[in-house]
């Protein structure tokens, strides 16, 4: 069994950051492939980035490429999300996961102020 706890959402203006994390409990965190989803209001979630078992790679939506950093930190069990550059379009409800499963978080709320 795996818990995962997001936290780091807030209120911020266009154009400022955040900082998402994701915080895992159990064991073999290392060994899942991490992933960040987003659900905006009245819209399905979508993924919005990946990252391997080692961190050896990672994958972006079109949306968020070049603005937005995945990362993750074994030894802390943690998974972050990095925001930059941030649009009034990005707010919604942060969710991490490990693929292949049905571990989910919660979810943070990002709100973007134009």
């Known amino acids: 069994q795996v818990q995962l706890v997001e936290s780091g959402g807030g209120l911020v203006q266009a154009g400022g950051s955040l900082r998402l994390s994701c915080a895992a409990s159990g064991r073999y965190f290392s060994a899942f492939v991490m992933g960040w989803y987003r659900q905006a209001p009245g819209k399905e979630r979508v993924l919005v980035a990946t990252i391997t078992d080692g961190g050896g790679r990672t994958n972006y939506a079109d949306f968020v490429k070049g603005r937005f950093t995945i990362s993750r930190d074994d030894a802390k069990n943690t998974v972050y999300l990095q925001l930059n550059s941030l649009k009034p379009e990005d707010t919604a409800v942060y969710y991490c996961?490990?693929?292949?499963?049905?571990?989910w978080g919660k979810g943070t709320l990002v709100t973007v102020s134009s």
């Open positions: 996961r490990a693929l292949g499963t049905s571990y």
